[in-house]
């Protein structure tokens, strides 16, 4: 059982160009979940998805595009990066806080962590 | 609108002493709150949560946390802070209402000293 898992873990770009951060998780989780973090913000939330093939714009979307496809991955892309976007991406996946009558945490992966020059 | 406050950006104790890291929280239902850790290069651990029953909630690695509605906090208490507790802490608030989102504070580094 990984878990939640990130792809890559480390990545350098350059000022517009474009890459996908990939997420899988292995929990069979509804819910997954995109944040950004950056020093003194906390984690901001990107997008995040309920189910296979729907996605929602969270606090700080733009720059960003989602897509899942699979209930077990969401994609992170960014179209044209930009330096505003160096940061530390964190996937997430849960199932409904209240599902089952209990607070269901999400679990969270290991991050990538993104320099855009 | 759902928000949570951590006060303390920073903390610094003695090893062997007590720790208390402040979390209010505004939500408009019963919340569901949670706590992680998060050591430097890593991702974020679960703590402990709470939803419902008994206001004090024990977690892993001997953390506890106490749930006060009147004073809308939840406060984690360790009695004795250990060298290898020093890290970023991060208290949530999960909403139901609003698409399962779930809303952190900015966190509160934690410093222990030898």
């Known amino acids: 059982n990984a878990g939640v898992t990130q792809t890559p873990k480390f990545r350098v770009l350059k000022t517009g160009q474009s890459m996908t951060l990939l997420c899988a998780q292995d929990?069979?989780?509804?819910?997954m979940y995109w944040y950004r973090q950056d020093p003194g913000m906390g984690l901001r939330l990107i997008h995040y998805?309920?189910?296979?093939?729907?996605?929602a714009k969270g606090e700080v979307p733009d720059g960003y595009n989602v897509s899942r496809l699979k209930k077990q991955n969401f994609l992170l892309g960014l179209e044209s990066a930009a330096p505003s976007q160096t940061s530390v991406y964190f996937c997430?996946?849960?199932?409904?806080?209240?599902?089952?009558?209990?607070?269901?945490?999400?679990?969270f992966g290991p991050g990538t962590r993104l320099t855009v020059l | 609108a759902q928000s949570v406050t951590q006060p303390d950006i920073h903390i610094t104790v003695s090893e062997g002493a007590s720790l208390e890291l402040r979390c209010n929280y505004s939500y408009g239902a019963t919340p569901y709150l949670f706590w992680y850790v998060q050591s430097p290069g890593q991702g974020l651990q679960l703590l402990l949560k709470?939803?419902?029953?008994?206001?004090l909630v024990q977690g892993i690695k001997g953390f506890e946390a106490e749930f006060k509605r009147s004073q809308s906090s939840f406060n984690l208490r360790k009695p004795s802070v250990h060298w290898s507790d020093a890290a970023e802490y991060f208290c949530?608030?999960?909403?139901?209402?609003?698409?399962?989102?779930?809303?952190f504070g900015t966190g509160t580094s934690l410093t222990v000293i030898p």
């Open positions: 929990m069979n989780h509804e819910y």
């Open positions: 998805s309920v189910g296979e093939g729907t996605t």
């Open positions: 709470y939803f419902s029953g008994d206001t």
């Open positions: 997430a996946s849960s199932y409904p806080v209240g599902y089952g009558g209990g607070a269901n945490e999400q679990f």
């Open positions: 949530a608030v999960g909403a139901r209402n609003t698409g399962n989102q779930f809303y």
